[in-house]
């Protein structure tokens, strides 16, 4: 369990919720449902695969950008709470 807010908030709630995250991630970097089949999701053309790398390599730089920036804004705000 862990405090948001006033209230508790089981881990299970928060592994649905990055589940739906990562599926709608996967959605937008394949094209596919989140019901697809592993089949469904790898069994593509070559050149569509090397389309499908060129977006998730932006899509990972995207989230590298965003991982770096989040931490440095929780290092500042727990730097200004010592204060």
Known sequence: MFRVGKRMRSSSDRDK??????DAVDGAAFGVSPGASPKDKFDVDPAEGKIRAIDLKALNQRFQQLDEYYSRAVAEIKASLRE
């Open 17 to 22: 919720r990055l589940k739906g995250a990562l």
